[in-house]
């Protein structure tokens, strides 16, 4: 699965943990930036991944940022886009299985590298239950 990545300065790090750990999972990534930790904008990352996400039949994306809700609100602007602002994998679980979320979204400087890495596989591998909830996913768009 080739996996839509991003962040902005805050959460650069972490991405680049993230990255390694999608490496060793067999996942390939696209990075959108940032490539350093330098001060920049997270909405200019957070749209190239939901744009990419978006593009994408079964797209999955990856964003990170500081508190991770700029980067969740931005992506949320695109119509086909989910995202889901997680800090623990169980979170992660019910925004695949209840909500269909196709990004995630990683609070950087709240959660640490094995639950932001458990998040990442719990993600990836949860699967959208349908029934009652594909009913409800259908209803978010405007």
Same mark, same amino acid.
């Given at each position: !699965?080739?996996i839509? &990545? *991003?962040?902005d300065?805050? %959460?650069?790090e !972490?991405?680049? &943990?993230v990255?390694?750990? #999608?490496?060793t999972l067999g996942?390939s990534?696209? =990075?959108?930036?940032?490539?350093?930790?330098?001060?920049? =904008?997270?909405? =200019?990352?957070?749209?190239?991944? *939901?744009?990419?996400?978006?593009?994408?039949e079964n %797209?999955?994306? @990856?964003l990170?940022? %500081?508190?991770?809700?700029?980067?969740? !609100?931005t992506?949320?602007?695109? +119509? %086909?886009?989910r *995202?889901?602002?997680?800090?623990?994998?169980?979170? +992660?679980?019910?925004? /695949?299985?209840h909500?269909?979320?196709n @990004? #995630?979204? @990683?609070?950087?400087?709240?959660?640490s590298?094995? @639950? +932001?890495?458990? !998040?990442?596989?719990?993600? #990836?591998n949860?699967a959208?239950?349908?029934?009652?909830?594909?009913? /409800?996913? =259908?209803?978010?768009?405007?």
């Amino acid at each position: !699965m080739k996996i839509n &990545i *991003a962040s902005d300065h805050a %959460g650069f790090e !972490m991405k680049e &943990i993230v990255k390694t750990y #999608l490496s060793t999972l067999g996942h390939s990534f696209h =990075d959108y930036g940032t490539y350093n930790a330098e001060s920049t =904008d997270y909405p =200019d990352y957070a749209h190239a991944v *939901a744009s990419a996400v978006e593009a994408e039949e079964n %797209g999955k994306g @990856i964003l990170l940022c %500081g508190s991770a809700n700029g980067v969740c !609100m931005t992506a949320n602007k695109h +119509a %086909g886009i989910r *995202a889901a602002l997680c800090w623990t994998p169980e979170i +992660a679980t019910l925004a /695949r299985q209840h909500n269909d979320a196709n @990004i #995630l979204c @990683i609070p950087a400087r709240f959660v640490s590298e094995d @639950i +932001a890495k458990e !998040m990442v596989t719990t993600f #990836l591998n949860t699967a959208f239950e349908g029934g009652r909830h594909k009913k /409800r996913v =259908d209803k978010i768009a405007c």
